[in-house]
């Protein structure tokens, strides 16, 4: 599978270029912007009636169902979530293609504790459970299959625990009271709130990166934003504290909540020891914070 991080619009195949074109009238010229993880292309393209947002990534790509899932998010999703709308997406020469609204970010927000971002955040994670219950259609797996996809991972660093993982008795507590069925349920979740993930323009705060999504309990949603809180500077009484301000939160089952905290911090302790040497460092930061969690949560 060829590396297409930073393709430009030239670079594209001419299938794909005419597809788009077809669809948003001729391109007038094209910015490369950042792919994130999933690689792939992203580009700005200048259009008569303004820019809009590509990205496209080969189907043999192991990205791919990460656009796929997105895809199928951008079908549905309702006027109410603040999101930029998909315009249009389709499988053409071996890509997977999906152009967006253009969204006019100045930058990613801050989730630190003296954050002016954080009340419009918290306002995108209520909106979202009580929009997205119940789920709108997208075909997403559920939210059993993506913390399974954390366990596999966590499962295996406890049955092996190295030597400087800190926090053992807490974590293996913690992962005994994982609840499968309190997690299931019928609202489609993003699942992967962060700062990337939410960026800050004249418009307000918008969400993008769908590609996680899932269907599941709607406090599953609040659950994954504390994590990031902690990671961010709050300790985990303070980011308990403003997940109080979402309604789906107050229905979190205490032990299914801690067993959740144990799966996304082991996931996260697993891969900073064994993941890709680029992304090592900040995954044993995001491991810390999961892991205050935990032991805040375990006593």
Not at 205 to 223: F, K, S, Y
Request: with cysteine.
């Amino acid at each position: 599978m060829r590396d297409v991080t930073g393709y430009g619009w030239g670079d594209l195949p001419a299938e794909v270029r005419d597809a788009v074109e077809a669809e948003c009238v001729p391109i007038q010229h094209a910015a490369s912007l950042p792919s994130g993880l999933t690689g792939g292309t992203a580009l700005s393209l200048g259009a008569p009636h303004g820019p809009v947002f590509l990205k496209a990534l080969p189907t043999d790509s192991p990205s791919a169902p990460l656009y796929q899932r997105e895809r199928l998010v951008g079908a549905v999703l309702p006027e109410g979530v603040p999101a930029p709308r998909m315009l249009w997406s389709r499988h053409t020469a071996g890509w997977i293609t999906l152009v967006f609204e253009h969204l006019d970010a100045r930058r990613e927000v801050d989730l630190g504790p003296a954050s002016p971002d954080l009340g419009d955040v918290m306002d995108i994670v209520r909106v979202l459970g009580e929009t997205l219950t119940p789920n709108p259609g997208a075909e997403v797996p559920s939210a059993t299959d993506n913390v399974q996809f954390l366990m596999r991972r966590a499962d295996a660093l406890l049955a092996d625990p190295p030597s400087d993982l800190a926090s053992l008795p807490a974590y293996r507590a913690a992962r005994a009271r994982l609840d499968w069925d309190a997690i299931a349920g019928g609202t489609l979740l993003h699942a992967d709130l962060h700062e990337g993930n939410l960026l800050a323009g004249p418009a307000g705060v918008r969400l993008i990166g769908w590609g996680l999504a899932c269907q599941g309990n709607a406090w599953v949603e609040t659950a994954l934003l504390i994590p990031r809180l902690i990671l961010a500077g709050h300790t985990p009484e303070q980011a308990e504290a403003l997940a109080e301000q979402v309604p789906a939160w107050k229905a979190a089952p205490e032990a299914a909540v801690t067993g959740l905290a144990a799966a996304w911090s082991l996931f996260r302790e697993y891969v900073a020891r064994n993941g890709p040497e680029r992304i090592r460092a900040s995954r044993a930061c995001a491991a810390a914070a999961g892991r205050a969690w935990v032991e805040y949560r375990t006593g």
